[in-house]
């Protein structure tokens, strides 16, 4: 069952993970695709070495725009269920069957990861704080109900991959995905998972100022679309 599931891995300047990240997935998904969203390291060179396929755009993009080559890539090669997973070692490759589990029962299409209803190792507090306002801006912007609004672990099953279309190229995209999830009616859930922080992932994460961009990029791509 394992041949239908692609796992999307966008990357940027990942070189020094990519590699690790990308192998351990592979070893229980056989198809990896990780999106070299225009590094200027080698992280595309790096992800040969784990990957099943290595996509890269030419210029940097933003996540948003990776993931959705990723996906547009997995349909076209045939997925049942499509899988966004970081590239930068926060997430555990044994979640992903817990977020497949109630796609394949079919009790939902959607499944997306929730660190506050599993667990945030090393969570800084000014992240945790972060993240709380994101989930208020989700419940109150979006009308969306969740526990963790920006977590890259999410598991789809090929009618919903279809019905996603991200057009917000950077990380508004995350806020952009939960109104198409919402505006598609189709069944979703929440599974619990393990985030893990690092030095080396904190320092690629977001800052309260880069939150605050992504909550203007947002608005600005909701009014002029």
Known sequence: MAEGVFVVIPAYNESACIAQVAREVREAYPNVVVVDDGSSDNTAEAAKAGATYVLRHPINRGQGA????????????????????????????????????????????????????????????????????????????????????HNGLRAFTRRAAERIDITLDRMAHASEL??????????????????RYTEYSLAKGQTSRGAFRIVLHYILGRVFQ
């Open 178 to 195: 939960i109104d198409q999830v919402r505006r598609s009616g189709l069944a979703y859930t929440e599974i619990p998972v393990q985030i």
């Open 66 to 149: 990776a993931l959705q080559t990723g996906i547009t890539f997995a349909l076209q090669r045939g997925a049942s269920h499509v899988v966004t997973f970081d590239a930068d070692g926060q997430h555990r490759v044994e979640d992903i069957a817990a977020l497949l589990a109630p796609l394949r029962a079919g009790e939902a299409e959607i499944a997306l990861g929730s660190r506050f209803l599993g667990d945030a190792v090393d969570m800084p507090a000014a992240r945790r704080r972060v993240l709380k306002l994101a989930v208020l801006f989700t419940r109150v912007v979006n009308r969306v109900e969740l526990t963790d609004a």
